[in-house]
């Protein structure tokens, strides 16, 4: 079976796992200090949901949820430490695409379908290549004529490297057949302070990370990789609109538990993220920092089962020129 092909299967599993365990329910055990390991950097989008979701939980359940960032090694630290951590219910993990792309890139020795517990699918959300507001590069167009007239000089930067920003890149890269520096940083937020300070020249981000500099012009937008236009964002274009790629992928976030968590504990904390997402004061919250929240029921399910090059990741790595990043090459699907 092409390496793809299981990838593809694989994050089926988790996210319709995820989707079909968040329903409601009470902790019977609502005693002690839970703990969300967040394998990102403060201040990131995965980082912002997880402390929006402990506090509502926490909040409305009475329990103690705290927040741990743990980044570093692309996610495998934070992601390992959990897969270790005691099956009682008391640590649990957020992730994202990189928690299905890590493994088949060979960069991570755990198997998300055997050594994890789906909890709950909480959103998704798009990316965006960013640059200045202040930057002479109003569309993709104009980056893209400025990268061919000086092959290597421009930098583009994201969160990596392996993560699903850095795939963009590679991804952009080829199709638009240009020549940049990547410059790999511990996370999205690192990256477009590195961007505030004229240190590169793009940034390709998640979009809770930066949607306040969106909105008060510091960023501009100048494509995304949906499948359709950002509401928020309605006059940046997807990749597909540009003509330059078909590419489509979101970013998904997902609660985890260790393998051998109790079924019923499972049962009850998804009902707690799923009423926290449903919850009316959370909506207006959500809606600030994400596009795709169906309370935990998201439409996207059909793309990650099917389309999305993302969610074969083997294209990418193995179509670019990611090899001395990217150890174990898949598959050579077409992008």
Known sequence: MPAYVRDRSTITFVVVALLALCSPGAWAQATGTIKIVVPYTPGSGPDILSRLMAEQIGRTEGSTIVVEDRPGGGTVIGT?????????????????????????????????????????????TPMVLVVLG?????????????ARAKPGELAFASGGPGSSLHIAIEVLKRAAHINVTYVPFGGTAPAVNALMGNHVTAVWADYPTVVSQLKAGTLRGLVTTSATRVEALPNVPTLGETGISKYEADIFYGIVAPAKTPPDTIKDLSGWFSKALKAPDMAPKLASILTNCDDGRYHYVGRFHGSSS???????VSCCDVGPVLPGRLANPTV
């Open 310 to 316: 993302l969610l074969r990741p083997g294209c990418a």
């Open 80 to 124: 390992e430490a959990v897969e270790r951590a005691e099956p009682d219910g008391r640590t649990l993990l957020l992730v994202a695409s990189s928690f299905v792309i890590n493994p088949a890139l060979k960069r991570a020795n755990y198997d998300p379908a055997r050594n994890f517990e789906p909890v709950c699918y909480l959103a998704a």
């Open 134 to 146: 202040s930057s002479p590069y109003r569309t993709l167009d104009d980056l893209l004529t400025a």
